[in-house]
Nanobody, 121 residues
C-alpha cells in the first residue's frame, strides 16, 4: 500500500495563507487522481480539492473556490494545496488522498496521516 506523506500544516491567522504538500513514499504508476480532504472535530471528512494527474483538471468544493488552488498534475510525485484567505472555520486536519477513476467514479485507495491546520488570531 502506498503511503502518502503530507507536510506544510501549522498555525495561521485569519486571512493568511498556507501551502500543503503531499508526496507518495514510492513512485505511483497507476494513480489517476490526487486530492485533499479535511476533517474538523465533530465533523465528517469532506473534499476540498482534487486533480486528475494526466490532464490537470481540477475540482473544488464551493466553499474554497477562488481561494484555494491545487497545483500539480504533470508530476505524479507531488501535489500541493495552496490556501489563501483562510478562515477560522477551516481549522481541521487535512488529508491527502490518491485514487483511481473508472467510468466517472473515483475510488480513493490511499491516504496520508493528515496534517493539522489551525486558523486563529
Amino acid at each position: 500500500q502506498v503511503q502518502l506523506v503530507e507536510s506544510g500544516g501549522g498555525l495561521v491567522q485569519p486571512g493568511g495563507s498556507l501551502r500543503l504538500s503531499c508526496a507518495p513514499s514510492i513512485r505511483i504508476l497507476n494513480i489517476d487522481t490526487m486530492g485533499w480532504y479535511r476533517q474538523a472535530p465533530g465533523n465528517q471528512r469532506g473534499m476540498v480539492a482534487s486533480i486528475i494527474i494526466s490532464n490537470g483538471t481540477s475540482n473544488y468544493a464551493d466553499s474554497v473556490k477562488g481561494r484555494f488552488t491545487i497545483p500539480g498534475g504533470n508530476n505524479k510525485n507531488t501535489v500541493y494545496l495552496q490556501m489563501n484567505s483562510l478562515e477560522n472555520e477551516e481549522t481541521a486536519d487535512y488529508y491527502c488522498g490518491g485514487g483511481n477513476v473508472r467510468h466517472g467514479v473515483t475510488t480513493w485507495n490511499d491516504w496520508g496521516q493528515g496534517t493539522e491546520v489551525s486558523v486563529s488570531s
